[in-house]
């Protein structure tokens, strides 16, 4: 979600940013005591993703068009300042019990035909998408079953997540090898082992409002918000 919380032109849907605004802006206004975790990879998938808006006007995939360097910078800067000593974003480092804990999520990727949103091509979502789900797993243990959740706007990554919850058969269980993997791993293979998740391009302001006590959430009086949120129009409920 952070991209297009940066950059609205990143996602087709301008909810996406409008409820990942209303959702960051409320924490980075410390009104609300919800803590941001960001792996380091996706981390520099960020700053990847600004220099794609930035140089690559021959990229197919920038159709909305480039951003000017003076808004790259700016771009850039903000995230920098977001994720130093954590005053907005936790680096959440990559660890060998992410890695290890990817085989409960991995065997679900490719075991199962995930589709990206309404398209009918099936592809599985991908080892960094995989660890993502790992490192939500090692959260929700430390932090505690429903106290975990992954914010994302990725239709994959979503429905990764809401079939690792799912009540999966033990035809598929044994077929996935899943007891071993539970051995390996040390967690077993269960709905409240894996973070809850929220897909901001097709979330209802229902379950936004169950997850977080309020919908939109508060903001805090005479916050500043940032440059690149001026002008931005306000959530809807």
């Not at 609205?8 to 924490?27: G, T």
């Not at 899943?178 to 979330?203: H, R, Y």
């Not at 379950?207 to 006590?213: A, E, I, Q």
Request: charged letters at 20%; hydrophobic letters at 40%; glycine letters at 6%.
């Amino acid at each position: 979600m952070i991209v297009p919380y940066f950059l609205p032109k990143a996602h087709k849907n301008s909810e996406v940013h409008a409820r990942a605004a209303a959702l960051i802006e409320s924490v980075r206004s410390g009104i609300t005591n919800h803590f941001f975790y960001i792996p380091n990879f996706c981390i520099a998938e960020v700053f990847s993703t600004f220099a794609k808006y930035a140089y690559g006007d021959w990229n197919k995939q920038i159709k909305s068009g480039t951003i000017h360097g003076k808004v790259h910078n700016s771009l850039r800067k903000q995230f920098q300042s977001d994720i130093h000593n954590a005053a907005l974003f936790y680096h959440y480092e990559l660890a060998r019990y992410h890695v290890l804990a990817i085989n409960l999520v991995a065997p679900v990727d490719h075991y199962f035909k995930l589709t990206r949103g309404t398209s009918k091509i099936v592809a599985p979502a991908g080892a960094f998408d995989q660890l993502i789900v790992a490192m939500g797993i090692h959260l929700t243990k430390i932090h505690g079953s429903g106290n975990v959740v992954v914010i994302t706007a990725d239709n994959r990554l979503a429905k990764l997540i809401k079939k690792c919850r799912s009540n999966i058969s033990d035809s598929a269980r044994r077929a996935m090898q899943l007891e071993k993997a539970e051995k390996l791993v040390g967690i077993p293979f269960q709905a409240d082992s894996f973070p809850l998740v929220l897909n901001l391009d097709t979330v209802k302001g229902k379950t936004l409002s169950n997850v977080f006590g309020q919908w939109p959430p508060p903001v805090a009086e005479r916050y500043k918000r940032p440059y690149h949120l001026k002008g931005a129009k306000a959530v809807k409920s």
